[in-house]
Antibody, heavy 121, light 106 residues
Framework: EVQLEESGGGLVQPGGSLRLSCAVS????????MSWVRQAPGKGLEWVSA????????YYADSVKGRFTISRDNPKNTLYLLMNSLRAEDTALYYC??????????????WGQGALVTVSS | SYVLTQPPSVSVAPGNTASITCGGD??????VHWYQQKPGQAPVLVIR???DRPSGIPDRFSGSNSGNTATLTISRVEAGDEADYYC?????????FGGGTKLTVL
């Protein structure tokens, strides 16, 4: 069974940093692209960042480019999202999601249960 | 940037058919994927590649895509289908979601 479990969420002050992790099991991690998708309270889904299975290519939404860094440790079956210069508008539930293949240029399935990030003073 | 437009809400009586649209410029040449999200839960993929149902998704769920509109159709709607539904496409290094449609079962 494919499982994704996010951790590392919490309360952080504006301008601060946080690192999310997503531990996965049940599939060959290095063969699949992975993404982070967020959902602000009461709002819709917003794609944040993606990384190919090898880790050789990364992609970012304009809203986080230059502030967030996605990475992965394939031997440890873990995906990361380092978030710097956090703003109030980054407050959201952050989901990690498995891509359709090594490049992930299509759908997400499955998703983790999410990690809540709250940016507030 | 590419924009996907969904109606904020759709209402349907149990047993009837619900259609949720997703509008985008020439969306018919793109692959559209659909997700169902129930309150307090993570999204679940219900349609991939415009009309393909993943394993475990009831055949009451179907999809189509042509011109400037993709459509998710739910036949014989049940109370358990009440949820938010999102369309999604990939556009040259960016993954785009529609704003979501809340399906209410009357």
């Amino acid at each position: 069974e494919v499982q994704l479990e996010e951790s590392g969420g919490g309360l952080v002050q504006p301008g601060g940093s946080l690192r999310l992790s997503c531990a996965v099991s049940g599939f060959t991690f290095s063969s699949y692209a992975m993404s982070w998708v967020r959902q602000a309270p009461g709002k819709g889904l917003e794609w944040v960042s993606a990384i190919t299975g090898s880790g050789g290519n990364t992609y970012y939404a304009d809203s986080v480019k230059g502030r967030f860094t996605i990475s992965r440790d394939n031997p440890k079956n873990t995906l990361y999202l380092l978030m710097n210069s956090l703003r109030a508008e980054d407050t959201a539930l952050y989901y990690c999601a498995k891509g359709s293949d090594g490049y992930g240029y299509s759908w997400f399935d499955p998703w983790g249960q999410g990690a809540l990030v709250t940016v507030s003073s | 940037s590419y924009v996907l437009t969904q109606p904020p809400s759709v209402s349907v009586a149990p047993g009837n058919t619900a259609s949720i649209t997703c509008g985008g410029d020439n969306i018919g040449i793109k692959n559209v994927h659909w997700y169902q999200q129930k309150p307090g839960q993570a999204p679940v993929l219900v349609i991939r590649f415009n009309s393909d149902r993943p394993s475990g998704i009831p055949d009451r769920f179907s999809g189509s895509n042509s011109g400037n509109t993709a459509t998710l159709t739910i036949s014989r709607v049940e109370a358990g289908d009440e949820a938010d539904y999102y369309c999604q496409v990939w556009v040259f290094g960016s993954w785009v979601f529609g704003g979501g449609t809340k399906l209410t079962v009357l």
